[in-house]
């Protein structure tokens, strides 16, 4: 059964350095998500991505924050310069076309120090 | 603006006790609602979709139900594997999914 994959699944970085989160979402997805979850809060939404294009970004996605598809296969989040308060479950997501379900990774667990 | 609710926060249950899990939502046009399971350290597991009023999914012992309001999650004589924290989320205009903050379930032999 076809699945999102993210790599790492755990980065510790330090305060301002930059770190690079990578996806592989499902080969026949063209919707593209970005959500995090900070421990024992909501998951929240920080970003979609669709036909090589943000469609959407939320608030927390500022400038620190930017998405590619460097391949016809991965999906990355960076973030330039991390701050204490980046430390979450950093999850992607992929859908087909028109309404529907999103599948999520397994998530990237970010710890800034 | 869009929100999600979901209650109870937690929910204790014994092996074989039945219950349900309810999401109350408030969205400017429903495009679907959505219910995950997610285990400790893990990704959100989807379940079911649902679109309209009335509509109800069925998936071995979890049944989930839509209103205008609000979405039930019915657990059918659960077993200890079923515990994990249940999710709830609509899709948003633009298709970003709004989240509620989970129900936390957990079933003891």
């Known amino acids: 059964e076809p699945e999102v994959t993210q790599t790492p699944s755990h980065q510790v970085t330090q305060m301002g350095q930059e770190v690079i989160l990578r996806c592989v979402p499902i080969?026949?997805?063209?919707?593209f998500y970005w959500y995090r979850q900070i421990l024992g809060q909501k998951v929240e939404f920080l970003v979609s991505?669709?036909?090589?294009?943000?469609?959407?970004k939320s608030e927390i996605f500022d400038d620190q924050f930017s998405v590619e598809r460097p391949d016809g296969s991965n999906f990355t989040l960076k973030i330039r310069s991390t701050k204490l308060e980046d430390s979450a479950m950093y999850f992607c997501?992929?859908?087909?076309?028109?309404?529907?379900?999103?599948?999520f990774g397994p998530g990237t667990r970010l710890t800034v120090t | 603006e869009d929100q999600v609710t979901q209650s109870p926060e937690a929910l204790r249950l014994q092996e074989g006790e039945s219950s349900s899990l309810n999401c109350s939502y408030t969205?400017?046009?429903?495009?679907?609602l959505f219910w995950y399971r997610q285990d400790p350290g893990k990704g959100p597991e989807f379940l079911f979709t649902?679109?309209?009023a009335g509509e109800e999914k069925e998936k071995e012992r979890l049944k989930a139900t839509l209103t205008k309001k609000e979405s039930f999650l019915h657990i059918t004589a659960p077993k200890p594997e079923d515990s994990a924290t249940y999710l709830c989320?609509?899709?948003?205009?633009?298709?970003?999914?709004?989240f509620g903050q989970g129900t936390e379930l957990s079933v003891k032999p």
């Open positions: 997501a992929s859908r087909t076309t028109g309404p529907g379900e999103q599948y």
């Open positions: 991505f669709y036909n090589n294009e943000i469609s959407e």
């Open positions: 080969s026949n997805h063209l919707y």
């Open positions: 649902l679109y309209s």
């Open positions: 989320a609509v899709q948003a205009q633009g298709g970003k999914l709004i």
């Open positions: 969205v400017s046009g429903l495009r679907g």
